[in-house]
């Protein structure tokens, strides 16, 4: 009776361990982002604090541009190493190649709302003033002259945002490092601002209608753009001390405006109600508590002028101090 009884035990073990073995797969999240290029296949995504996008356009017909490339590929050695799932892609050819990407990054952020999404784009933007739209331009860029080719042949900005929207995931972190000055396009002069839009942080390494400066004899040899460079310093500080994602972004404008002597002076729209750090561990995440009336967020009329002094004016406080 008792080797019956350890032979049926036994039986019974191999039965849960065989159906633990079938259906944990079935709990286990994944989804993959990827063109024709590369594919990125993400496995139990859902144990990760969010997934990141980046895009780095160098290649231009317009003309070469040095950092979107190599600052992206900066961001996504950070980004990986905190704990984002990081798809990380370069020289777009056209927009369909942002629209399929973006696409596939909506389907990996619906696997948990609590998921932050990280989309960073380094490389040529315009903006059209009529629409209160930003445009993401791909390196062929030798047919896009005039607004009517912006608006056919780039990217929209708009359309990540719905993206973002419909994921409804709790915090989104859009960087549109694209304020530089185009050849062709002489109506653009950077990017411009646009609606605040449902659970999106944005964040622009210069203010709005203005570009960037050319970088100068000494600034060439540095590895990563002047925003990159400091975005990256800052990330590490944040993720060691737990910084709040607007705080830490506070602080990269900030250094960014100290080193060019206020002659660049990023901008940050921020969510009023929201703390996120970069570490799961934080006492005071709040994801899980944002107000329902943040998806109802709409803009708040103020102008560029008055939102850039008020960055300004809080980003000044503390030029000269340490962290």
């Known amino acids: 009776m008792t080797r019956l009884n350890v032979f049926f035990g036994l039986q019974i073990l191999l039965f849960l361990w065989l159906m633990t073995a079938i259906i944990q797969p079935l709990y286990a999240k994944s989804c993959s982002i990827g063109n024709n290029h590369i594919l990125y296949k993400f496995e139990n995504v859902e144990k990760k604090i969010g997934i990141a996008l980046l895009i780095g356009n160098s290649r231009y017909h317009s003309g070469t541009l040095k950092y979107p490339v190599k600052d ?3 961001i996504a050695s950070i980004l990986n190493r ?6 990380r892609f370069e020289n777009f050819k056209n927009k369909s190649e ?13 696997i948990s709302k609590y998921f932050v999404a990280l989309f960073y784009f380094s490389g040529h933007g315009a903006y059209i003033k009529e629409q209160s739209a930003n445009f993401l331009i791909p390196i062929d860029d030798s047919d896009i002259q005039d607004r009517a080719d912006v608006e056919i042949d780039s990217f929209s900005v708009k359309k990540l945002f719905l ?14 490092d694209a304020c530089r000055k185009h050849p062709y396009l002489i109506f653009s002069k950077g990017l411009g601002k646009m609606p605040r839009f449902y659970h999106v942080i944005v964040a622009y390494p210069t203010k709005y209608g203005k570009t960037i400066e050319p970088t100068s004899s000494s600034s060439r040899r540095e590895k990563n753009s002047l925003y990159v460079k400091h975005f990256l310093k800052e990330l590490e500080l944040a ?6 994602v607007k705080d830490f972004l506070d602080k990269v404008h900030k250094r960014v405006m100290k080193e060019s002597k206020k002659r660049q002076y990023p901008i940050v729209r921020p969510l009023r109600k929201v703390f996120f750090c970069w570490k799961k561990t934080c006492p005071k995440n709040s994801l899980d ?3 329902d009336e943040l998806s109802r967020e709409v803009d708040d009329g103020e102008n560029d002028e008055q939102e850039a002094k008020k960055v300004t ?3 000044y406080k503390g030029l000269r101090g340490g962290h």
Request: with cysteine; aromatic share 8%.
């Open 98 to 110: 942002f629209n399929g990407v973006t696409r596939q990054f909506n389907k990996c952020l619906k």
């Open 239 to 244: 993720y060691k001390n737990g910084i709040e």
């Open 82 to 87: 905190i704990g984002f799932a990081v798809a």
């Open 72 to 74: 992206a590929i900066s």
């Open 163 to 176: 993206r973002l929207k419909e994921a409804d995931n709790k915090l989104n972190i859009v960087i549109l």
């Open 289 to 291: 508590e944002l107000d």
């Open 313 to 315: 004016r809080r980003s």
